[in-house]
């Protein structure tokens, strides 16, 4: 079955472009001018991930990025907005990848495929190698359901980007890993022009763990070397 790729693009040559060059990929692809059309849609079915231009004509794209899909749906941000300030935003709001304007098709093509095949396990595919599910603390993580559940209770959900960087943190407990480390596993590119996009997810998924940002217990800083992952997972399932 194709993967189904929605587009929130109002620019109706780049909307063409995209969907020329994801089709001759292997995907279908349905576009969507205006936020209104693209909120019904996703009522009736979810995509297999969601490419959204943030300038549209009646909303912000990062509504979309931000609570518009479910978090276990890949979300990648193409926008002429190209600061450093935009690209941070975006990551922290849960986008999985984020793409400047002018783009080069192929480029294009290759990241979609790249977060496709990530989230893969995440959206119920094959286990990964520490499993579906892993136990530390007092939190569980549930990989394919997208979600972090808490002894006391709390159950949250995690977006594609933040459950695949967990996983990468889960699958290496105890081990530094680098900045360019985890954005090749998380986004399959170790080229980000600035650590602070890899900074961002951090603080994010700190936030989700109850992790003082100030003194972290779970996700620690090594400076000047990158991240480590301090409990070791005491259960896993497959």
């Known amino acids: 079955m194709k993967p189904l790729i929605y587009l929130v693009e109002d620019d109706a040559d780049i909307a063409r472009l995209i969907t020329r060059t994801l089709e001759q990929q292997g995907t279908e692809v349905r576009t969507f001018r205006r936020l209104a059309d693209f909120q019904r849609a996703v009522a009736l079915k979810a995509p297999d991930l969601c490419l959204v231009d943030l300038s549209l004509p009646d909303g912000d794209g990062l509504s979309v990025v931000h609570g518009g899909l479910p978090a276990s749906v890949p979300k990648i941000i193409v926008t002429g907005r190209g600061q450093l300030t935009d690209r941070v935003v975006g990551l922290e709001v849960g986008a999985d990848d984020y793409i400047v304007k002018p783009f080069e098709p192929r480029e294009l093509a290759a990241r979609v495929k790249a977060v496709l095949r990530r989230s893969q396990p995440v959206r119920g595919g094959p286990a990964t190698a ?85 003194s972290p217990s779970i996700i620690r800083t090594v400076y000047g070397a990158g991240y480590v992952f301090c409990p070791v997972p005491s259960a896993q399932a497959t």
């Open 130 to 214: 520490s499993g579906r599910i892993a136990c530390f603390g007092d939190w569980t993580a549930d990989f394919e359901a997208c979600t972090l559940s808490h002894s006391d209770g709390e159950v949250m959900q995690l977006s594609a980007a933040e459950a695949t960087l967990l996983s990468a943190f889960t699958d290496a407990p105890g081990r530094v890993l680098s900045r360019n480390q985890l954005l090749d596993a998380t986004t399959g590119r170790a080229d980000e022009p600035t650590d602070r996009s890899m900074d961002a997810r951090i603080s994010r998924l700190r936030k989700k763990l109850r992790d003082d940002p100030y």
